[in-house]
């Protein structure tokens, strides 16, 4: 498929909502132009050089690969399709003992896929309805996804899935569980894909409310290329045929397929976090330059702090690769404990690299013209003569940077980058617990008894038990 | 002046521009048109209750009347104006002795401004462009304002003023030095007072872009009552005839205004930061009840961080109020020590507070459906069904819930917000540095050797100097 | 009682225990020598002043009562016993409807313990076992407190208390209630007086061991005046006559002693906690002028740090007794949000001032040679030659500061005083959770619903019931 | 050298004072006789096992080898010994061109240590005097070390080094410049050995001052086994023959030495804190299971913590030997980067590892009884009664425990643990402004301009230039 047969591929009658009104043709729409066409670009890259989606599509087997596609970039809905497809697969070998089927289902689904070159979004987290209670004891039955009937030729399902981003963009859902499930929730173990156009399914959108309508593409230069909308999709009452269910009642294997992806997806954002680190280490030297700041004393502290931070989830991130773990199938996925300490580090100290980088930038961050005002020819060379610093940092130079660091953080665009790092892949308390829980405590335990004397650890129960 | 003629007094000729057109007349353009309704309204009211009006003009004289002035919300023109008057009758006071015709013209000018009932904006920060360099050795000499020419009944000013909330919609701009001045920058000590409409002027401003253009304003219920337009404000060649003239070449006083509207600008921005911080505990409250997360430990143990932080800063504003300091003229300003601090805190906080509100929200915070959806005849009651929590807590109740959320943090309005708080009344350094001057080290030097048994300070200097 | 009077009174057959080894007479041991020389003269000082002492013991009933006896130094014990007095008063008013014969009984008591002029400890922490678990399900029912045994003339208690301050040189124990109890914890809701050398009560005590057995007390300037040793004291079957029981079995009243001891503990310990932190700055500027540092940039930052915190504190202290809470009895007692809330970043930021200060001060707060060696006469002048800073800064000065500063924080003293700060009045979470339940949430929640137009609060319950 | 012999050689006339007093031999002496054996037992085991002596001595060339040598534990004057030649023989490369003789003076010098079985210290930090001036503008001119006689032998220096670790009980003393001297200095840039008993030296030691004279080791178990007293080391015009000078008046190579020793002692040091960080993990773990806690909310939370900044200094770690650089010589040393951010965080957050550590073991980390307490025949039944938790948590085991919390934080062993993390390899300052200078900022700015879309870096230097 080229990009031309992806615009094409998208009407086809799904119904997508955006800001209460009915969206058309979703690949024409205004409100994904911006993301239609990144998608729309890496179809015809790939289509005019298949070794680059292989080598995209290929999970890595040794710490060299693993450095190497971490280095790609790719449009995100590729690369949803991939971490879904790896999802998958994953979890296919894993659930083989108790569902054999559903390992053939996988391949022969992944397979499809691949040879009709589709995109793939990951439907997780449900409505949820009230946090504190299991799903059966909601006021609302459905608040969570689950099967409402069962017939020979497959499932019927009901629910909602929450922040799927480019949802309305994709041709296929991958339906999972959001959450271990006990003995007796079995309606609510269900793992299936669905197609964006299949009879009930509503998918309402925010649109590409990041990048204000009518605005100069210069004024927001991260909105402009990196938008990713998010839907809410809506399954009321679609019918799943057997085929495509990988999972239905085995409420032990319900957590398997969400484990697997959360391995996928929190890998992939400590790269995204790391990356967006040494982004804003540099932005915050360059505005430093430009404002004539970078030798002033406390300037230099507040980068050389976000220097330090991005080098420990850099180091934490290549720890994570250094010590990976080989799958089912020779995979290799980034450690745990490293990735999940990265990721909580990033989430938690991002608010700190917005405060130095806006900190440096000072004011205009916010009230800096936009470049069509640079352009004005009444006012225009006035504002450039005001934001310039010296004749080596020109006026129109300064004012981009500005932008940069208020697309970075300050726009609807930046809050929406931030709270995709804070929520992605599980919050802040996520990554606490799943780090507490696969540190090696017995070694820590071991090490804190050897270091006050005690060389034998079994000293400890002797001691305990006497 | 009541609303109707404020909205028609906007249409004086001035030069406004925004997004790189200029404005026809602020009074009717769309990018004013909500800032505008809302200072209109304040005319009006205090039109018809001109007691309000006087309550609000009148600086308190005891600690009663601080609390009760704090306690009033106006637009923030009107705010502005109050702020700008105050810091020139204080200034006028101060600079008596070295310039006497400054205090009757300053009062001649605060008569005529609140027989014409106008409105004044602070015009402080300048371009300042390497900010390394004191102006006089700047590639452009204009990069701080200057008096470029000087005639017997006036002066001509150069230069450009930044980040002047509602410049294009105020009558006035009180144009002052943004810091000290040494012997040999005489022309860069310059206080006037110039119209929005004297030839010279033009203000390029970014308009109300915090609310997206067709958005439903219930989903931006910050933006849409609370956005401050921010005017880059270029004097070129500006003609001030010498009434208006408050200060000019006398450098050892031109901190002066600076110094009385940063203790007028830091008060009223601690009065808004502490109700900014009760307000996020209350949402923070809010959203995990509406979510069923308000039982769960961690979510507990947020909410009382944030609660902490706001019961610091509430109690160190009792105190700077508690602890203020008597003017000349008897008019009372809070303790420069404690609001300095509170300040620093509010504003080093503030991105804690914003993350613990967003951990607890969710990703709903970014996703939550428009209103308008909410309405759709098609998909609207399953949105609504989705997106409650339980028989109490209603879907449209919830999704408003989170529309406040990101509206207070992640989208334009909240990163302005933000950086609002951060920048106002100088910076971090800035407060950081106050508040140690300020701080009674004397006292703490004394408290330490005494706590150590050295009774006597003069010990100190007794062993220092054996 | 004076000074002689109180040394001979510890003379008494108490049983107390140091390092192993059984005290003979705690008046007369080195092991208690400083702290008993401090008592002792605020014994003489007392006697020769009772108006002193009247001033002292008598509870404040207005704000500037308050600020006075706030700022009143006496030793340790004889502000317990203040604290243990008013507890039992403030108390004794609240159990009056369920246990009137408690309202005389205390009165009595009080009266007598004043006409004796006895000091008392507050012995309220249980030992607790394992603390996940209530009384009565522990391994050990001893693990709290508890009447073992009731007789028409008294009880028998049995149990331990632990971190009872200056228990080993007192003459009366508070014992009290460590929490709420539930109705079937009849026996654990005990609170009584027990005179310290009463059969049965075993006292096992830290001792001095915070100044190091003959070190020059001018290396340890802290420890050799401030030291409190700690007890761990045992009732072993003691038996307690009727007149000194105040509480056996009412266990809805069992919390009232240490909520009415919470109240006196926490905003003394926030006063000393307030007085820290003023007395860590100043020491940290004079340590940073005696290096010569004062005027390096990420030095004077650290000190505006620790100033800003300082007067967070101040301020919040200010603020608990400008809205202190009139008792029963016209007694004020502090706020209890503000209380704590300064507690709480009080104890939290102790760690970062700390830091700051051995930062700014450099190795040799651990290294610094000792007087000693200052005076020696082979080593002593090159020795100081190279303590030196400048002429200005003798090296005998700015060592005597390297040990004030290595003793008010890394040696065992100032380990100590962390941690009575970080536990003192319960813990950081005991802090959180008072706070958070004490804190306006309603008036807080209607500030966030009417910050984004919803004027009226009932709009809410309006909104959630549709 | 056997341990006897080392014991032996340290009655070599040395002047050692402690306390004023001047000590006989060091060798016997109480106040060194934990060192003394401690490092007595690694010579009868490198005695014994000479393998075991040059597995430690060689400095490894492959990642594997300096995983293997981190994890040996030597005692700390071995180590400095090692680290002291790593030194001498990196920084002897650097130095050759401009001092030819050096590096054969150097592996004479090294060859004789080791034939010798030596024992060397690093003495590098000097007075400093007033530190906001350089060494020639000190009121008194030997507050840096310098030379003050050349003669055809060899040189006089004088001065002071401070914060010598073990150089009361080491033989050798490598004396080095503390920084870069400018063309000036050349006095102050000196490089020389001298031994420990050459007339002129003195050391003021602070000896074993950590653990408490007379008390239980059990008690103290850190500071009875890991004591490491401090020098001040006096050089009052010592004479030193050539052939023991490496550097004198090439102030270009001033900082050769120090920077060669920087790189080793910080990456030992960041060894150290990881070690440590797990052990703090460990040690919280199981004083929580010992309070019976590791299920509340809370605690978890505050471990969880804890093991995050453990995962991210260890991550760090890793990466700095994965990043190794090859030195001359081919030995490895650990990339610069990646170890000063791990320096830095890891004292930075030290406060708040320590402060989760107290909070979760509560009080009796300062107040519990001796371990001769549950000893004593009257009493120790009942302490031990007491302070256990459980069945199956002894009384005995969970004192001992509350001994290391102590010892390891609280005690005055735990403030010079604190100390030496903070300032060991420099300070928090210092650390930060390496990472800043070391940061590939090139790269972050080239990353940060193609984030918004510059894809050719020169892009931003045509726009400055236009």
């Given at each position: 498929m080229d990009g031309k047969a992806y615009i094409a591929s998208l009407d086809d009658g799904r119904r997508v909502y955006v800001g209460g009104r009915r969206v058309g043709n979703v690949g024409t729409d205004p409100a994904f132009a911006g993301m239609v066409a990144k998608i729309a670009a890496t179809y015809d890259h790939f289509h005019h050089d298949p070794r680059a989606r292989d080598a995209f599509m290929t999970p890595p087997t040794d710490a060299e690969g693993m450095r190497a596609q971490a280095a790609l970039h790719v449009d995100g809905l590729s690369h949803a399709t991939y971490t879904s497809l790896m999802t998958l697969l994953t979890a296919a070998d894993r659930i083989a003992a108790a569902r054999p089927q559903a390992r053939e289902a996988v391949a022969a689904y992944v397979a499809e896929v691949r040879a009709k070159d589709l995109r793939v979004v990951e439907c997780i987290t449900d409505a949820k309805g009230d946090r504190s209670r299991p799903p059966a004891l909601q006021?609302?039955?459905d608040a969570y996804l689950r099967v409402v009937a069962r017939r020979p030729d497959g499932i019927v399902i009901r629910g909602a899935k929450l922040h799927i981003s480019l949802a309305a963009v994709a041709h296929e859902m991958m339906v999972i569980p959001t959450k271990a499930m006990k003995a007796d929730e079995g309606d609510y173990a269900v793992a299936c894909m669905v197609p964006a156009?299949?009879?009930?399914v509503s998918i309402v959108d925010v649109g590409n409310g990041e990048a204000p309508a009518g605005a100069d593409p210069r004024d927001f230069p991260y909105a402009s290329r990196d938008s990713n909308s998010q839907g809410f999709v809506i399954f009321h009452d679609v019918f799943v045929p057997n085929e495509r269910v990988?999972?239905?009642?085995e409420t032990k294997l319900a957590a398997t397929f969400a484990h697997a992806l959360g391995l996928w997806v929190r890998a992939s954002s400590m790269i995204h976090i790391c990356d967006s680190y040494d982004v804003m280490v540099g932005l915050a030297q360059l505005i430093a330059e430009a404002n004539g700041l970078e030798r002033i004393e406390h300037i230099k502290s507040k980068i050389a702090e976000m220097a330090i931070n991005a080098t420990l989830l850099r180091g934490t991130l290549e720890a994570s690769m250094a010590h990976a773990t080989r799958l089912e199938g020779g995979v290799l996925a980034p450690d745990e404990v490293f990735t999940n300490a990265g990721k909580y580090h990033g989430a938690a100290q991002y608010g700190t690299m917005v405060r130095h980088l806006l900190d440096i930038a000072g004011g205009s961050a916010i009230t800096a013209p936009s470049v069509r005002d640079l352009e004005n020819p009444e006012v225009g060379e006035l504002v450039r003569k005001y934001m310039g610093t010296k004749q080596s940092v020109d006026g129109a130079y300064r004012t981009q940077l500005f932008h940069a660091v208020h697309d970075l953080t300050t726009s609807a665009h930046g809050g929406a980058r931030y709270v995709g790092i804070l929520q992605?892949?599980?919050g802040l308390h996520t990554q606490a617990v799943v780090t507490r829980g696969r540190y090696d405590m017995a070694r820590a335990k071991r090490m804190a008894l050897e270091s006050f004397g005690?060389?034998?650890?079994?000293e400890e129960s002797a001691l305990a038990a006497e």
């Open positions: 006021d609302d039955r156009n299949a009879p009930g990988f999972l239905d009642g992605g892949g599980g005690w060389k034998d650890p079994s």
